[in-house]
């Protein structure tokens, strides 16, 4: 079992639509959480970040973390085509490495 | 306020060769980490740097190393280049403190033949 798995996608949806992006984890001693966007070909970019459980709100954007069933969730609202990307989860522990999900790509088509 | 830097943005290089490729982190960080994105792939830890030491080393070989200066500009040297080690190899920055995140730099794309 992989540390930190993700739904592959692809995942296409129109214009407007909900997203939600998923993972979920097996070491129980994470406590950061990260969610990166990645356009083809640049570094990725912090979209949000939590630590321990609960949720948070940017924008658009909402992060979920349930540690009991160690599985995150970020929510795109109203989801635009700049919004197509790949979308890489990342978690560690105080002090530690991140540790990378495979990342989902994804679609908003107009 | 500058975010983090990476040279060169592309190399080819062949295999048994050496490379050396670079980061200037964000403004006010001093710990450096490196990571592998394969094509398809999340990025890998290699190895984290931080008061010119290694700090944290993934799995991977000790032809992968490294070097920070006391800029905090830091070096990732890879030795007898391998077919596999095409990649994108990114740089993140943060500041030594707990509960800070990482922020990346936008990558070198090495090619090896």
């Known amino acids: 079992q992989k540390e930190v798995e993700q739904d592959p996608g692809p995942l296409s949806v129109p214009e407007g639509a909900i997203v939600s992006l998923n993972c979920t984890y097996s070491?129980?001693?994470?406590?950061?959480f990260m969610w990166y966007r990645q356009y083809s070909r640049k570094g990725p970019e912090l979209l949000m970040y939590?630590?321990?459980?609960g949720n948070k709100e940017d924008g658009r954007f909402t992060a979920q973390v349930d540690k009991s069933s160690k599985y995150i969730s970020l929510f795109i609202r109203d989801s635009q085509p700049s919004d197509s990307a790949t979308y890489l989860c990342?978690?560690?522990?105080?002090?530690?490495?991140?540790?990378f999900g495979p990342g989902t790509r994804l679609s908003v088509l107009p | 306020d500058a975010g983090v830097t990476q040279s060169p943005t592309h190399l080819i290089k062949t295999r048994g060769q050496q490379v050396t490729l670079r980061c200037s982190p964000k403004?006010?960080?001093?710990?450096v980490s490196w990571y592998q994105q394969a094509l398809g792939q999340g990025p890998q830890f290699i190895f984290q740097?931080?008061?010119?030491?290694?700090?944290q080393r993934g799995n991977f070989p000790d032809r992968f190393s490294g070097h920070q200066f006391p800029n905090y500009s830091s070096e990732l040297n890879v030795n007898a280049l391998l077919l596999g080690d095409s990649a994108l190899y990114l740089c993140?920055?943060?500041?030594?403190?707990?509960?800070?995140?990482?922020?990346f730099g936008p990558g070198t794309r090495l090619l090896v033949l």
């Open positions: 990342a978690m560690s522990l105080i002090g530690g490495n991140f540790v």
């Open positions: 740097y931080y008061e010119e030491e290694e700090r």
């Open positions: 070491n129980s001693a994470f406590q950061y």
């Open positions: 993140a920055s943060s500041r030594d403190r707990r509960g800070e995140t990482q922020y």
């Open positions: 939590t630590y321990s459980s």
């Open positions: 403004s006010g960080h001093d710990t």
